[in-house]
């Protein structure tokens, strides 16, 4: 079973190169102003035009409003929207039949009662991404915490849709992860970071070969 990873918050070309070429899957670009990882759309958009086919470019929002996701996509190459904030299934199919494109839709993940939730968007969102919930601290970002859950939770169970791992992956702990929750597709941000907001090509290769043998 080979694992697809997303790289995400890239806003280099040097790092954007090194997730391609190690193997990444889908790169991710944050459109949400207060995150270290933040992108303008006009470079976003010179990023993905750098993409390979086979390669899928993600953008990633935070409860955008459709001004805002008119201007991104106006000027950004997107495969995939990721919604990472208080979205709900109204909103998700709103937004699923303006932009046509698919939606991936955060699942915060704090404990069990969380799951429930997954179960529902599930139903209108194409894709799952399970994150951590964010810690309860002040200028927590939605997401990009480097925060991990407890990936038990997500033993065994089964969903209509493909869903990805994310929360505080780095190269040590993404295979035991992967073990845990029979993950097919996982995401990393904070884990191939020299700093926040800074991506790390050799963490990056690291990342991507942790999983090569899977
Ligand atoms: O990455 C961010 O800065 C971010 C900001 C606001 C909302 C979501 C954000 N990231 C979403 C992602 O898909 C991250 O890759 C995911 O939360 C995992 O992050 P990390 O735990 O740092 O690997």
Redesign the pocket.
Known sequence: MSVAV?I??LSEPDTLRAAVTGGARYV?F?F?P?????VAPAMAGELARLVPTGVRS?G?F?DPDDAFLEHVIGQVPLDVI?L??SEDPRRIVEIKARYRMPVMK?VKIGGPDDLAAAAELAEVADRL?F??KPPSKTGA????????FDWTLLAGRRWSKPWML????TPENVAEAVRVTGATEV???????DRP?HKDAALIRAFLSSLGGL
Do not use: I, M, T, W
């Open positions: 997303k995400c918050g991710g944050v949400y207060p995150s270290p990882r933040a993600v990633l935070v990721q990472h904030g955060a991404l994150d951590a970002l939605p997401g990009g915490n480097g925060v991990a994310s929360g505080g992956l995401d990393v941000s904070s884990g191939v970071e907001g």
